[in-house]
């Protein structure tokens, strides 16, 4: 029987001996955005398996996930029918000497789920995906100047990393910043890049660490458009995150905003390890020219799992749904804080949410928040948009707000 985090004694941990051990042969112990270390106390580093919206760690503690994996599982952990799709192309092959057939089978699927979509080509992770878009930007058009929103995060590598250690100023020289949702901001720097600017860099929405989350406004996302289209530059738009979450077409769709280029990755293949770019015909010949490849971007297991994902997501309406579970949670949240007399702040969509406290600049009551529903089941994070599944039911959210409750006492202690 799974035990609930609060039954477990302080008693040194299965947890704490693999920490050791990866302490003595992995730099840190652990690397990026994974580093428990950077969690509130009493965080697991190490899990051991995972089913729907549920995860155990290594000392069998069960906890309700609201991070599913930072966004890959779109489904629920393990989802049957994803699984059994991996399992049948495995039993035939992965990585092969060239694609299998699901390869085309899935770039079909995305030309006809994404209206902006006339052809996509694949990778594995999203920093893959963003990178694959700049530099197909950069052949169609010539130039050399992208515009990204300041803070925004479009991966790990040099180029955008939100680290600076190993990184050249010679990575970033042709990187233009503005601020997200500000017209007069774009325009700027579109100004200041001239006639040299490739591309516009946008996520779905704006999803910085530690600060409120912010819908993109119709204005400002016209705007973005029109300056690419003025400039013959090529309107990029970041899915990694908000991809099939919001809306299955594409999150600016709703906008009437259609970009030429999309990084898709997380969700699209329910945990499995895939990325994709989509784009429109304009700039089919620069996808042709450039060269961007890897061993195992053509893995065709991953490539199962994304089509029975894509699938399943069109035949039940998850956005839909998470929407629906995502309001639950986000008024529960706010129920129970107003009993306690806490003011919080909740942004962003609600499939993609964020708590954030008042007057918490150390973000001291975000963390004592999650350490105290941690122990109580539910699996938060007190900086980071979190993520809901499809596996996510009324029952699971009831659930977690109860011991989001325990969180809020120990907030109200910290007084």
Not at 53 to 75: A, K, N, Q, T
Not at 243 to 263: F, I, N, Q, T, Y
Request: a neutral charge; charged letters at 20%; glycine letters at 8%.
């Amino acid at each position: 029987m799974i035990k609930p985090a609060a039954m477990l004694s302080e008693t040194p941990t299965a947890d704490a001996a693999l920490r050791a051990r990866a302490a003595r042969v992995v730099p840190g112990g652990m690397w990026g955005h994974l580093n428990a270390a950077r969690l509130p106390e009493g965080y697991p580093q190490f899990f051991a398996s995972a089913e729907g919206c549920r995860i155990r760690d290594v000392d069998g503690r069960e906890y309700i996930d609201f991070m599913c994996s930072w966004g890959p599982v779109l489904l629920g952990h393990r989802h049957p029918e994803v699984e059994a799709a991996a399992q049948a192309q495995a039993a035939l092959g992965d990585c092969l000497n060239g694609p299998g057939v699901v390869m085309v089978d899935l770039a079909e699927a995305f030309v006809a789920m994404a209206p902006r979509a006339d052809w996509a080509m694949f990778q594995k992770n999203g920093g893959d995906a963003t990178t694959a878009c700049v530099t197909i930007a950069r052949a169609g058009t010539g130039r050399r100047k992208v515009l990204v929103a300041r803070g925004a995060y479009h991966g790990a590598l040099p180029w955008c990393s939100p680290s600076v250690a190993g990184v050249t100023s010679e990575d970033r020289a042709h990187l233009v910043h503005f601020e997200y949702n500000d017209v007069a901001s774009l325009r700027a720097a579109a100004a200041e890049a001239g006639n040299d600017l490739a591309a516009i860099l946008v996520t779905g929405f704006r999803h910085d660490m530690g600060r409120d989350l912010e819908m993109p406004t119709a204005e400002f996302a016209k705007a973005a458009r029109a300056a690419c289209d003025a400039a013959g530059a090529a309107l990029i738009l970041d899915e990694v995150r908000t991809g099939l979450r919001l809306d299955l077409r594409g999150s600016w769709e709703a906008l009437g905003v259609r970009p030429d280029l999309a990084a898709w990755s997380k969700a699209i293949a329910n945990g499995y390890a895939l990325a994709a770019v989509t784009g429109n015909d304009r700039f089919r010949d620069a996808a042709t020219k450039v060269f961007v490849t890897g061993s195992f971007w053509c893995g065709a297991v991953a490539m199962a799992a994304a089509r029975a994902t894509l699938r399943i997501a069109r035949e039940t309406d998850v956005p839909g749904h998470i929407h629906a579970m995502g309001l639950r949670l986000r008024e529960g949240l706010a129920s129970l804080a107003s009993q306690h007399g806490i003011a919080i702040r909740q942004s962003g969509p609600p499939q993609m949410p964020l708590m954030l406290f008042d007057a918490d600049p150390d973000v001291r009551k975000g963390r004592a928040f999650c350490s105290a529903a941690l122990r109580h089941g539910a699996f938060f994070h007190p900086q980071h948009n979190m993520f809901l599944s499809a596996a996510h039911q009324a029952a699971d959210i009831d659930q977690a707000l109860e011991a989001a409750a325990h969180g809020f006492r120990a907030v109200r202690e910290l007084r």
